[in-house]
């Protein structure tokens, strides 16, 4: 969950929420404003789609149940290394291709431009004479610094880097590249909340990773709690939140429990890392989004070689929400023959059986 805009599926249809409450919240929302059409921000760049007016979606304030539409002023005619720039009226936003827009009345128009793919960056670069820092600098809140690095390459203008100090011109990791030195300064803020200098992996990482079924797995989630009946139950701190999974692991006796903490922004959305653990939004603190998060913490155990969202994460998942939230077998098989995922059955009845008859399963098998 990357980030706070949300997405248009494979089959177009919104996908991309935090949690299952925010997409029946959107579900709701676009079948009360039937003049409004979500189409993607590639769509809106390349000018085959128009209307009256067009609005972004802000996921956060759906979370929160606050009116979520920002009007959009005006789209800009360049691209930004393949990202889709618009006005609002506070600044520039830049939209993701598949991220969702709304048109109110829409048209459909020919292409009148192409949006074309984010070109390779490079993961380290050394600063010399035909890279060149420019602009200010900002501080990252876990250490070192955040520049725009001029290149003098025409379609890669700029590059945005990581240095730890002020003094290093060798080895600097490359954050983003950008089609010019203005986007990549009003981006460097937004770079800063991303970007993790721990990180072992490099940045361009999570982009080539390839989680096919996530935004499936959201929607058949939103399925699942509508026709489960399911019962929110809300925590008033992230550490109500910890002594809540506790309580889980502890039953299905699973050893080492992740750290359960908080976002670094309530922007952020709730997730799950093996450096971090399990960290919640403000959003996030509910039954169903600690289980969730739990399931990646369990399913990276079990099948490690599989994406975020994958078959393995499902089988935990659902077995999870059966044994902890209320939802029955049948639940879940309307909610997949409605919004098919990849499930692993066999993963689902081993976490079942694990907490029906703890005995016959040593907390050490789950261990990585
Ligand atoms: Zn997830």
Redesign the pocket.
Known sequence: ?DNDTLKIGGDGAAGGFSSSGQAIMFERLLASRRDLSAVSARELHEGTCWGDAVYLVDALSLGMGVHPFREVEDICVRHDNGDVPVYMHRGTRFLAPDDLVLIQNMNRDVKVRHLPDPLEVPSRVDLGDRLELTGEEIAHPEGGYLSVAETFDLELRALVVWRRDRRSRLDLRVVAGHSTTGFAAERLAEHALRFSPGAAASPRKRYRERDVQ?DR?YRFEARLDAVSGYSHMPFDSTEACAEYLASVYADGRIARMPAVGKTRSDSEHS??SLRHGIRLSVYGHERWTVL??AA?DIAGRIAPQEA??GPAFVGVLVALLETYAGVRPEHVEQALAERPVKIDQTVRGKILGRFSAPEASPASEFAP
């Open positions: 969950m996530r797995v997730h799950f969730h998060e990646h975020g969202h």
